[in-house]
Structure formats: C-alpha cells, structure tokens
C-alpha cells in the first residue's frame, strides 16, 4: 500500500521537480521571446513556444497547462507586434495563426492527458480502498469460518453421539419408528457437519497464494484412485489414466480438483457393475485441456448451467449422496489458476469433466 502512495507521488510531481520545470519554463520563453524580437518579423514566428507549452505534460495540471498555453499565446502576439520589420505580411500572418493554431491543439491534448492521469489516479485510490475492505471481509470470513469450525461442531457432534448413545443403550426399549427417528436425526447431523467441511473448504480455497510449480498430474490422478479404491473396495472399476499429464499449477489445490472429479466418478457409477474412469489431457482452442470422463449416470445437459454452483444437485439425495459443494469448489480452483472448466454429459452415458490451467 505505501509503495503505491509512493508511485502516485511520483507521477504527480513532487515540489522540488516542478520547481525545477518551472525554472527551465520561464527560461525557455525569456529566450525564445528575446531572439523573436531581435529577429525580423516573420522569421522566427511562434511556433518554439509551442516547445514550452509541451513542458506542460510534466506539470499534469490544467491550470498549468492553460497559463502556459495563455502565455505562449501573448508572446506570440507581442512578437508580432515589436519585432523588426520584415518579411512578407501574408507569410507572417500566416505563421502567427498556425502558431497559435498549434498552441491551442497541444493544450487540449495535454489537457486531456491531465484529465487520463487524473482519472487514473483516482481509480487507483477507489483500487486501494477497495482492497482494505477486501481485506476486511476477508478477516471477516475467517471469522466466521472459526466459529462454523469450532461452534457449529460441537453441537453436532453431541446431536450424533447421544443419537448413537440411545440406539445402543435403549435401543431395546424403543420400537422401530422411534429407532428410525434416531437414524434420521443421526444422518442429519452427519449430513450437516459434511456441510460445514465442504462449507469450509469452499471458503478456504479463495484465500492465501499460490505456490505454482510443476505438476505430475498423472500421479496424483494414481494417488487419488488408489484411496478411492482403499475406501470403497466393493466397488469394480477400470481406471485409464494417461501416463506422463503434467501442469503448472498449486498442487494443494488441484489436488482438490481430483479429488472431487475422481470422487465424483467413482460416486456416479456406483451403479455400474463394469465401471470406467479415464483420465487424460486433450487439444482445446490450441492449448491442454485435461479432463475427467466415467461412463456413470449422466445428466442432461439442459441444467450444465448450475453444475459448478454451490448446492446445486442434479440428482436426489436418495439416489447420490453429497452436499452439491464440489464441483464449486472445482470451479474456484480453476478460475484462481486462470483456467476455465466445462462439462460434456448425456442421461445414463455418462459425464466428462474438461479443465485448463
């Protein structure tokens, strides 16, 4: 923020530089008037106070550029006016006009030059000031984040185990609709601090740097299936990864990405006894594309508008479980990276997940 004011500092001008301008300016016009009056009339013209009006460009001030603009013009009269005589009276006038002609036009080009730099630094000043009350709502969203972390947990927390605590301490007490009301407040607290997490990781991921370098995307794809796989081993799947896919890129951050792409395929097809996976990076508009593809459930793709907003589902709860927070997740990543990411999906054929970064 200080090396900013310092700029702008700069480009204005400081006291002691204008000074300096303003030395060299009324010298200027002392000499040039001096030989324009020593000289007959019409040879010298006034022209070379168009030269001194131009120093105006350092000054950035329209009262400035407009009194050397008035004094150029004055000067440029009186020399028609006490010069020696001499010269042809039609190429005098004629050099007189055009000299004030250019004066004038110089002015107003340096007068909207001032009024660019004036606007230029204005919008830098809204810049700045825009950036503390980004800051601000930022630290405020960490706040907030604090207290979903550490004062929305609890409470679920205790929801769920005294929930669990019931169903295994009465559990023979109760009859099955009291033991499913149990259930069902059990999976909506769960259901809930998955929200909180998903939640949480939305937010954290619009915040901090990022630490670009090289990416295997190949091994990180293999990392992430293999936990997958660990995590739900019932689940048959064929998985194509390309070998050698590498990227500039956050690798906290993508790996986000594959997490939810992959964990997303692996989720869709849940119901495909002979499932794929592919992984791999295509040509798109003369730059990588890489993308996630399964031959899952599929969507239509009428609704791949709301795909990559938060909490929009394009299935039920019932048939898949999720918060509707990863594919937004997704999306932030990738446009934090410069990328952008799409989607390519047909009811029961299928999805496939395009992204560039």
């Known amino acids: 923020m200080n090396d900013r004011r310092q700029i702008m500092a700069i480009e204005s001008g400081s006291p002691r530089s204008n000074s300096g301008l303003f030395v060299v300016i009324v010298s200027g016009f002392a000499v040039i008037f001096a030989v324009d009056l020593s000289l007959p009339l019409g040879v010298a013209g006034g022209v070379p106070y168009v030269a001194i009006v131009l120093m105006g460009a350092w000054l950035r001030s329209r009262r400035y550029i407009l009194a050397l603009a008035g004094v150029g013009t004055v000067l440029t009269v009186i020399g028609f006016l006490f010069s020696p005589s001499g010269g042809i009276p039609w190429m005098v006038l004629t050099n007189r006009g055009l000299a004030l002609l250019v004066i ?9 030059y001032a009024q ?19 800051d601000a709502v930022n630290q405020e969203l960490e706040a907030f984040a604090y207290s979903v972390s550490h004062d929305l947990r609890g409470p679920l927390r205790s929801m769920d185990g005294f929930s669990y605590a019931l169903l295994e301490d009465y559990g023979d007490q109760l009859d099955a609709e009291g033991k499913d009301y149990l259930q069902r407040v059990r999976a909506g607290s769960q259901r809930m601090a ?101 031959d899952g459930a599929g969507f239509d793709m009428a609704y791949a508008g709301n795909l990559f907003q938060p909490f929009q589902r394009l299935h039920s709860g019932a048939e898949f479980g999720g918060t509707g927070i990863g594919l937004a997740t997704v999306a932030r990543v990738i446009h934090r990276h410069g990328g952008n990411v799409w989607a390519e999906s047909a009811v029961e054929h299928g999805t496939t997940i395009y992204f560039t970064i």
């Open 104 to 112: 004038w036009a110089a002015a107003i080009l340096l007068l909207k």
């Open 116 to 134: 660019a730099a004036e606007d230029i630094r204005r919008l830098n000043a809204e810049l700045e000031q825009r950036v503390v009350e980004l």
């Open 194 to 294: 998955q929200l909180i997490d998903d939640l949480l990781k939305l937010s954290r991921v619009t915040r901090g740097e990022l630490e670009r370098r090289t990416i295997d995307l190949s091994e990180m794809a293999q990392t992430v299936a293999a936990e997958l796989r660990e995590s739900a081993p019932e689940h048959r799947v064929s998985l194509d990864i390309a070998p050698g896919v590498t990227a500039e890129g956050d690798a906290r951050m993508i790996r986000i990405v594959f997490e939810n792409l992959l964990g997303n395929a692996w989720k869709f097809t849940g119901k495909n006894p002979r499932a794929k996976i592919e992984f791999g990076v295509t040509n798109h508009d003369g730059a990588p594309a890489y993308f996630v593809r399964d």
